[in-house]
């Protein structure tokens, strides 16, 4: 164990003198997975704004209900000057020719979309207030014409948020793409360079060599996992998503150490899978050639997992790496199955065994090492 600390801190080194990778393994992920998270919250749905300046050719009754709740108002009375112009964001015209009132929105605004989210939301109200008045002006009991109001109540829902789902999809992501670099030239990369003779010819056992490169990929990549979510708790501390950073702080100290405990022997897995593809490929395009059908077909059951209805998640739910996503995400939602993350971490952790097993026994064969 000696042995392995001492060439994980070799390993360390050489890393932490590559700038661009430590950019890679930071301040990506810090930015990168936030990111998602903050443009998938704009994207769910246009917010109504009320900061904009309404133009009108005549004062009707919806113009006057506008200014009642303190709208910028101008009156413009020529349409086709009204037209040419882009200082209003909302035309409002009313013609005696024509009995439809005309609300035209100037698109060239980016906020239009809001912009007509929050006229027809008030010019729903101002319907119904306009109908009640009517209707009082002329002494008939509103409840003979309108309908009564309905509320909707939601009940039974599911409160699983888009945290839940796309977080361990995308910590599992990382942890792969971060480690493939690092993973693939610590052993295929020095075949290449013709530097792993001189490190085999001290005196460090074979397996030493394997578990300090096994603990070096490990910290490489789990550290691409940490600053992403480290950036979505800095997002929900500036209270720009507030939903992404709260699903996570919402997490007791418990479950923590348990969706902490999950990363680390998932990283163990994904790592070892890598050691081994290394141990056995000459150069580290052959490595890649290896690892990328791997890659994408973690991708795919990834992507599967996020859809809770899916049969991958009800036919393989016990699989490596879909059983790692989906203990998160109950993890995540609060839902906690201790006897299935134990299983979770039980398998990780066997499955790792198994392969760092099958990695020292290439690692320690001439015809693998040295293989032309």
Known sequence: MKDSILLFKKEMI????????ILTITLIPFIFIPAIFYFNGIGQGTKPIKNFIIAYNEKVPFVSFLQQYNFQTVKIIDKSNALKFDAW???IYSSKEDTLLKIYVNAAKS???????TMERYYLSFRGVYIRDQ???????INKVIPQTVKIVRINENKNSIVSFLLPFFILIYLFS?????????????????????????????ESILFGKLFSTMTVSLTGAIFSILGLLVL???????????????????????????IITLDMLVVSILIIISSYSRTVKEGQGYILPVYFIILILGMAVMNPDSSIVSNFANWPFINSLLSMQNILNGDIHVGYIIWTIASNILFTIIILKAATVLFNRESVIFRK
């Open 135 to 141: 209707l009082k002006s002329m002494k008939i009991p």
């Open 111 to 117: 906020s239009s979309g809001g912009i007509i989210k």
């Open 14 to 21: 050489a890393i932490f003198r590559d700038k661009r990778l």
């Open 236 to 262: 929900y501390v500036f209270k720009i998503i507030p939903n992404a950073g709260s699903t996570l702080l919402n997490v007791t100290p418990a479950n923590f150490t348990l969706f902490a405990v999950i």
């Open 178 to 206: 971060n480690a493939i670099g690092v993973g693939l030239d610590s052993i295929a990369g020095e075949k290449e360079r013709n530097t792993l003779q001189l490190l085999l010819v001290n005196r460090i056992s074979r």
């Open 89 to 91: 964001d909302v035309f």
